[in-house]
Structures are given as structure tokens and as C-alpha cells.
């Protein structure tokens, strides 16, 4: 089974020379020397115009491992499950497939008390397909895990960490795991940016619960808090030790709106 791309030309280009002629102009004028192996990536999921720079930037900034596990959001009530793997075989870009790693998505699947197979929950869900082809652009061979992760306590979120842990573990992989989230979404700039330090240091300081309080006292607008607690509570499992922040920026920047802003932010953990 083939999971087909559903969101070229809204987030990006759908022609194979188009997309790499804007991926291509993402490039920054110096070489970017890379920081070590990503165990960690935050990366927004915007429409390339908006956040592809960010992204971008930041996948250049680290080696990344063969096996790539995307924690997507979950922007519609498509599918039956909170935890959705998809189980295809393939992901379709204009770059041409992917292979999904199904060794070790039945091994999860086995392992999992709360991720269950549900493709279903892919179908309308760009949060994953977005970064596929900025991968697919730095890195040539890899395979992917595609897990969309819901809101839940913070327990879940460390017991599926924990499941992730040990089925690396148990197959004896190591991964990249990419956990897709925007910031805070339509305040002004000011306020966004103010909002959006206090959630980025406590992602730099992988601190799940602060990053989980702060959703909760400053009312942050994150779409993708769930991905990013799984992320940073597995990425200590597996002994990240250093996260950076690569790039930030708003949608003010392409748009020349500043009164409604989305927040973006690449950072590496390593």
C-alpha cells in the first residue's frame, strides 16, 4: 500500500522541478557545518513559503540517522485512534517513495499498550507529508516510522516514549526522531514571540512538565505540544544530551503581517 501525497501545491509545490527550485533557494549563502547525529528534531510543518527556511536550515544542521520516526500532529478527526501509526509500505512525494520501516512498526505495534495501526488517520493529515520531501532533498536513503501523536497526560506521553525506547532497542536501530509542531498561532508579533521563547527554553532545557505548564498558564497555541513531549521524553532515554535552537521566525516574515502571526522554530537535539 502506497500512501499518496495529498498536499502538494497548498504546502508545497507539486512538480518535481518546481519543489526543488524552492528548496533550492532555501540554501544559505555559507556552508552550514553539521552540528553531530540528530537523536532530536523540532520542526514546523507551515506551507514552504512560511516555515520551508526554518525547516530546512535545520535539517542541513545535523547528520541524521537512517531511520527516521515523525511524530505528527493531529489537525483533523480523521481515524478511529489518539496514537495512529501508519503502516503503508510506501510514502509518495514528487521526489518519489519512501519506505515505512514495518519491522519496526509491527514490533511497536506489538510492544504498544496505546499505539494502534490506523492509516486512515494519515489520509487528510500534512503535519508528516510536509517534511517528507525536505528529507528527501538532504537525505537520500532512509526509511520512516509515521506516528501521529493526540493531547494526553503526560504519563502517556512517557510511556510511549518508553515504548519507542525499547523497541529501538529491541532491533537493535538508532533514529532520528522528528517531532512536527508550528508555535504559537494568529497573535501579534509581540506576543507570539514573547510566548514562544518560554516554550523553546524549555524544549532547550527538555523539560516536558514546564513545556506542559506553560500550555497550560500562558494558553500557548502550539499544535504539536503532544509530538514534542514524546520526542523530548525519548530523546532523554536514549541520552540526548544538548538541544540548540537553529532558526526562529514568524509568518511575518513572507506575509508583512505582523498584527497575526504563526510562530516556527527548528531545533536539534543531540
Known amino acids: 500500500m502506497i500512501r499518496k501525497a495529498a498536499f502538494g501545491d497548498w504546502f508545497y509545490p507539486a512538480d518535481y522541478t ?52 515523525i511524530l505528527g500532529t493531529r489537525h483533523t478527526r480523521g481515524g478511529r485512534t489518539a496514537f495512529s501509526l501508519s503502516t503503508a509500505d510506501f510514502w509518495q512525494t514528487p521526489f518519489g517513495q519512501i519506505e515505512v520501516d514495518r519491522e519496526f512498526c509491527l514490533k511497536l505495534l506489538k510492544n504498544s499498550k496505546y499505539i494502534e495501526e490506523d492509516n486512515e488517520a494519515h489520509t487528510q493529515e500534512h503535519s508528516i507529508e510536509v517534511q517528507l520531501p525536505l528529507l528527501q532533498y538532504v537525505k537520500n536513503k532512509f526509511k520512516i516510522v509515521p506516528i501521529i501523536i493526540s493531547e494526553a497526560k503526560k504519563e502517556i506521553y512517557t510511556a510511549i516514549a518508553e515504548e519507542i525506547t525499547q523497541t529501538l532497542q529491541t532491533l537493535k536501530k538508532e533514529a532520528t526522531i ?64 544538548k538541544a540548540e535552537l537553529i532558526r526562529y521566525e514568524t509568518s511575518a516574515r513572507a506575509s508583512g503581517d505582523s498584527s497575526s502571526v504563526v510562530g516556527y522554530a527548528g531545533i536539534g537535539i543531540y
Open 178 to 241: 522528528i517531532a512536527s509542531t508550528d508555535l504559537t498561532h494568529y497573535e501579534p508579533q509581540e506576543a507570539a514571540e514573547k510566548k514562544d521563547k518560554a516554550a523553546i527554553e524549555a524544549i532547550l532545557a527538555l523539560d516536558t512538565g514546564r513545556l506542559l505548564n506553560l500550555k497550560e498558564t500562558l494558553n500557548l497555541s502550539m499544535c504539536g505540544a503532544a509530538p514534542t513531549c514524546v520526542l523530548l521524553e525519548t530523546v532523554k532515554k536514549v541520552g540526548a544530551k
Open 18 to 69: 518546481n519543489l526543488s527550485n524552492l528548496i533550492e533557494s532555501f540554501l544559505p549563502q555559507q556552508k552550514i557545518t553539521k552540528k553531530g547525529r540528530a537523536k532530536g528534531l523540532i520542526l514546523p510543518h507551515a506551507g514552504y513559503i512560511y516555515s520551508g527556511k526554518t525547516a530546512h536550515d535545520t535539517i542541513l544542521s545535523f547528520e541524521l540517522a537512517e531511520l527516521v520516526i
